[in-house]
């Protein structure tokens, strides 16, 4: 079967070592994770952990429920791309030189919405939000211009459902057996 | 009353409150019922120990020669009682020794509580003396671990740490506590842990799945249970035979699964798997609905996937969400605790009968026997078998004996003759196949279950990976029977190589020392028997003596388990001979 590209969001409690004890569970189906970002949220004590990774609907899905396996987490979900608010952040860094001596970099710049985040005597930061795609193409548009560094986050994500983390927690608190299934939240 | 004898006074109750970490951690144990602890003492874990001194009364600790035999023996205990398994160790290689237990406790679902001892806080990551990382190297192997660093935390680590294990599909929990932790002093209070926010490990059964079984087998016309070890955890032995002789549908076991019904009931089928019988492996392809009870589709059972019950609709009845669809699609889940699953079930199934399916069985057991169990259990050679003992051994003790095995043919052949007649009555290393359980969870089930006879049967090969052992039995006189069927092979990897490496024997063959001296050495009793004409007499004297007592049969040594389906074949490719 095809793989697809899913964002997996997973809630855990907000302890040293899970991270290991999730990544674990790709390692063993040696699963490569292309992006990772650990977070808290708006509840106390609750972290969130968005991942990015290219499975097969079984796969994800098998995943999924061995993640909810691991005590401590709250719960986890997987969203394909049109279910859920995502972005990335990128920074490209230029000496200072390069940036006064390339008129154009101004006009990319502000062409493909990103902003100045800092200008240091002899260096400067550019930082642009936007989907992987967007902010590579940035990339590719700097790469003539002696790019000294480039870094981008893992992706974050905020699924489209009305539910609130608190509800859930909450919900998760009273009741005896965790009845959300894989795809809702 | 002057002032300075209150303040004496006042003084004296709060210091009976405040207690070491160490003894914390055994009045936690006494607060969670356990009376029995399997172990092995070491440098970060003897603040511990010494406070078990003072405990002797109210926890017997059993001080095995290995701590992997600590564990299995907790194994053997946990399986065998139906409780939680305890086991403690010192930190380094004390825990890193554990760690085969844990993983083979973890693929067998076995309610564990091991405690570890650990280097001092402020050393933690210093690659100090005897540390190493044991929350890390058993992340994957345990249902729960966690590390307490200060002596507060241990009642409640505690608490979880035996809710987890025993609660759902039960596992192993590890709780590595730092040499620090185990001398502060803490407010002792200890309060049951009934509830973690964040594990759910009795899921809602759905109304709706319960009417979509019954719905399939009220239509069925070849309706075949499949049931396995969750049956047995879940205590859902009487509720298991009230829907199979409700409904009339023919019932197998997986390996694990063994006991939980009995294997005189007219509707057992026999076993399933890779040795397992002939009809419940064919039957599985012609089924029109496969009803699977507290079992993971292992690829033993299963072979090949793609062909398995293919044509089957398939009902699975399993507690753990991760399993279902895991390796078998199928078409009913019903996610939820066997004994609720299967009461509900019976409820909803019309009273039925499938005399001309269950004759199919019949058959096949009639084909199975003319081609593989005659030559095995009655055979021609001056040899004995091991079929034949196993099968002597099962019409001896009446199917009543609870049977621990090791890993090997041996494993195989007792699981297929042996006529299991009462629950919990077979222990076995399943998932992780680990050899050198045999022997210390056979003692770990007698101290579980002083009441029952208890007969570990292993391997040459097994027996002496933890024969050390038995020094337990000696030192605790553990009225264990052991079985030793003595090949002078590693039986079941001569097997493979004889069939699929043509018959190059490539490192099986092995020099024995003598197995009768050496059990005598340790003051246990121990007979030798390779005469078939003697084998009842010995079988007389080895149960018929008091407390624990060996037997070794020497036996054939190129036989061979059938039926067979080979490694990842399709289930109706079953080979007889
Ligand atoms: C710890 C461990 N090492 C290796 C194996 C692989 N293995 C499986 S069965 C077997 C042979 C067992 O020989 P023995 O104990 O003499 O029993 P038999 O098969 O002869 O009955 C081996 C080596 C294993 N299961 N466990």
Known sequence: MKQKEYTISILTEDKPGLLNKITIIFNRRKINIASLNVSTTEVAGVSRYTLVVSLTPEEVEKIIKQIRRVVEVLGSFYYEEDEIYYREIALYKFSIDTYKNNNELEQLIRNHGAKVMATEEDQVVIEKTGTKQETHELYNAFQPFDLMEFVRSGRIALSKSKRRTEAFIHELETSTSNTLSIKEF | ?577
Request: glycine share 8%.
């Open chain 2, 1 to 577: 009353m002057n002032t300075s004898t209150l303040e004496l006074e006042e003084k004296e109750v709060n210091e009976t409150e405040m207690i070491t970490g160490a003894e914390a951690v055994l009045k936690c144990l006494v607060e969670e019922g356990i009376d029995t602890i399997f172990g092995y003492p070491g440098g970060a874990i003897m603040p511990v120990y010494d406070s078990l001194y003072g405990y002797a009364d109210k926890i017997n600790h059993i001080l095995s020669r290995h701590e992997q035999g600590a564990i299995h023996a907790a194994q053997g205990y946990a399986r065998a009682s139906g409780r939680v398994g305890v086991c403690f160790a010192t930190s380094g290689p004390g825990a890193t020794n554990l760690i085969t237990g844990i993983a083979d406790a973890m693929i067998d679902s076995t309610p564990l509580v091991c405690i570890t001892g650990q280097v001092a806080s402020h050393l933690l990551g210093s690659d100090a003396f005897q540390e190493t990382d044991v929350i890390g190297i058993s992340m994957p192997v345990t249902k729960w671990n966690f590390q307490v660093t200060s002596a507060e935390e241990i009642p409640k680590a505690i608490a979880q740490a035996f809710y987890i294990a025993k609660s759902g599909r039960p596992g192993p929990a590890l709780i590595d506590i730092t040499k620090n932790a185990q001398q502060e002093e803490l407010d002792f209070s200890y309060t049951r842990c009934h509830r973690v926010r964040s594990y759910h490990p009795y899921p809602e059964i759905k109304e709706e799945s319960l009417r979509a079984a019954a719905k399939l087998i009220n239509k069925a016309k070849k309706p075949y249970i499949l049931f396995g070890q969750g049956v047995t955890l879940s205590g859902a032995e009487e509720e298991l035979k009230n829907l199979i002789e409700k409904t009339g549908i023919p019932a197998a076991s997986t390996l694990l699964g063994l006991s939980a019904f009995s294997t005189k009931h007219p509707l057992y089928v026999g076993y399933t798997g890779m040795h397992g019988n002939y009809g419940p492996n064919v039957k599985t392809n012609e089924c029109d609905v496969l009803i699977a009870i507290g079992m993971r589709f292992d690829d033993r059972v299963t072979g090949d996937v793609n062909t398995y019950a293919a044509q089957a609709k398939v009902i699975h009845i399993e507690l753990d969400l991760a399993e279902i669809n895991k390796n078998i699609k199928v078409d009913v889940a019903i996610n939820g605790d066997a004994k609720q699953a299967l009461q509900a079930l019976t409820q909803l199934v019309n009273q039925n009968s499938h005399e001309g399916w269950v004759e199919e069985f019949h058959e096949c057991d009639r084909i199975e026997m003319e081609k593989t169990i005659k030559k095995s259990i009655d055979p021609e050679g001056a040899q004995i078998t091991m079929a034949e003992v196993v099968h002597k051994l099962s019409v001896f003790t009446k199917g009543k004996s609870l049977i621990v095995t090791d890993v090997g043919q041996h494993q195989m052949m007792a699981s297929r003759y042996y006529k299991f007649d009462e629950p919990k009555s077979h222990i076995t290393s399943g998932g992780l196949g680990t050899m050198g359980f045999c022997l210390p969870a056979a003692i770990g089930a007698k101290i579980g279950a002083p009441e029952r006879q208890v007969i570990g049967i292993v391997g040459d090969g097994g027996f002496q990976m933890t024969l050390q052992e038995l020094g337990l039995i000696m030192q605790y006189n553990v009225g264990v029977k052991i079985l030793i069927l003595n090949n002078e092979f590693l039986g079941m990897v001569r097997q493979w190589q004889q069939l699929f490496f043509d018959r190059r024997y490539s490192f099986t063959e092995m020099q024995n020392p003598d197995f009768i001296k050496l059990t005598e050495s340790y003051n246990i009793p121990a007979l030798q028997v390779s005469d078939r004409s003697k084998l009842e007499d010995a079988f007389k004297s080895w149960l018929g003596t008091e407390g624990p007592c060996l037997l070794e049969v020497i036996v054939e040594k190129e036989e061979n388990v059938f039926p067979m389906v080979p490694s990842g074949s399709c289930v109706s490719k079953i080979r007889l001979e």
